[in-house]
């Protein structure tokens, strides 16, 4: 036994000193730039609420009536993806002509020449072969969403990290996801733009009175432009355009926006007046529901009309709790969800107004209608 017992102290002081290089592993995180932005699927992960499902959207598939080919893709959908990878990047170093992007401030999209049917399955191949899942996937619609999904590189990786995280995944978290919506926008007929807006969540410490961390929750973050666009340069070079040309456009100067959203309230009823023509103030508004607790199901560009579901986060924390709602499942989520209609109609050449109506398309000039138009205001506006 004595002789055991050295080679026992031996190992107790290196687990020890494990443990040490560790914690002082974890407490030093580097974000980096989002150039290099590179995403891995979460999995097995116990550091706090499933984000299978997020704080601010419902992921409800569209209306059966709209739906030609709707489904989330599965982890062997995924694998068999990424297997062919090389084959589907040699099939598009052609590229496609007549490929830009679009400004107006902050907000970027890609205008392509190219029909909507044939580019989808080439953006659902571009968000797989980037380490995405979808949870939304409706060529009828032209919607694509991505599932959760933490960007690795936002910790730094030394050599010492980067082995530990080999055989311990989570041992170095950033704390942050983003999921990515897709939206296809048919302009003319041999012409589609792309939308891309990113969504995302940020893992808070709820502390006690002397500050120690209790446990941790998962809350909504600022949209952040810059991923937008890293996103949308990355997508132009997958359609077969260099990056040098890719990373021009992306950084050409941002174009001077018009006057911001006015909500207007008369009595009970209300709406938002925008000093844009149709085209642009039905691009915005599309935007805006992307970017805000709004699921789009269906639209009808010819008159205007946008369906729409909202979850009421106010409401749903009034049954059991705020953030238990957030990752609550599907089924329960779906049903705190209400389908309203987001009408844009032209009032001049450069002028339109936007109201909000209910399933059956009667004015909602209730409590709840106000403050969707407010949250809209507050999108269009930024």
């Not at 730094?156 to 995944?169: F, G, V």
């Not at 893992?203 to 432009?225: A, M």
């Not at 049954?319 to 969800?337: P, R």
Request: charged share 25%; glycine share 6%; net charge neutral.
């Amino acid at each position: 036994m004595k002789s055991a017992m050295p080679f026992l102290n031996r190992n107790i002081s290196f687990f020890l000193a494990a443990l040490l290089m560790l914690s002082a592993l974890v407490g030093c995180k580097t974000v980096t730039s989002s150039d290099t932005v590179d995403y891995k699927k979460s999995s097995g992960e116990v550091r706090g609420p499933n984000l299978s499902y997020p704080p601010d959207l419902i992921t409800a598939q569209a209306d059966r009536r709209y739906v030609v080919q709707d489904g989330t893709a599965t982890m062997s959908e995924y694998v068999a993806a990424t297997k062919k990878t090389a084959q589907l990047r040699a099939s598009v170093m052609t590229g496609i002509p007549g490929m830009r992007i679009a400004r107006d401030g902050e907000r970027r999209w890609l205008v392509v020449e190219k029909p909507a049917a044939e580019l989808y399955p080439q953006i659902k191949d571009f968000w797989q072969e980037n380490g995405f899942l979808l949870t939304t996937d409706s060529p009828s619609t032209g919607i694509m969403e991505t599932d959760w999904a933490e960007n690795r590189p936002k910790v730094e990786q030394d050599y010492i990290r980067s082995l530990l995280n080999s055989a311990l995944d989570s041992i170095s978290d950033t704390g942050e996801r983003d999921r990515y919506k897709t939206r296809l926008e048919v302009v003319k007929p041999d012409e589609t733009e792309v939308y891309i807006t990113q969504k995302g969540a940020l893992e808070k410490c709820v502390t006690d009175t002397t500050g120690s961390c209790l446990y941790t929750i998962w809350t909504t973050r600022p949209t952040d432009p810059e991923l937008e666009a890293v996103f949308l340069q990355r997508l132009m070079e997958r359609l077969g355009m260099t990056q040098e040309m890719a990373k021009a456009q992306i950084a050409s100067p941002a174009v001077v926006k018009t006057p911001k959203a006015t909500l207007v309230q008369e009595g009970s009823a209300a709406h938002i007046d925008l000093g844009n023509s149709f085209d642009r103030a039905w691009r915005d508004v599309g935007l805006a529901l992307d970017r805000s607790n709004f699921t789009v199901e269906d639209r009808d560009r010819s008159n205007g009309i946008y369906f729409v579901r909202y979850v009421n986060q106010k409401e749903t924390a009034e049954t059991k709790g705020f953030f238990s709602n957030l990752f609550s499942s599907k089924d329960d989520s779906a049903l705190k969800a209400k389908k309203y209609r987001v009408i844009v109609k032209s009032t001049g050449d450069a002028s339109c107004s936007v109201y909000v109506q209910d399933a059956d398309g009667k004015p909602e000039n209730t409590p709840a209608g106000f403050q969707l138009l407010t949250l809209l205001t507050d999108q269009l506006s930024r």
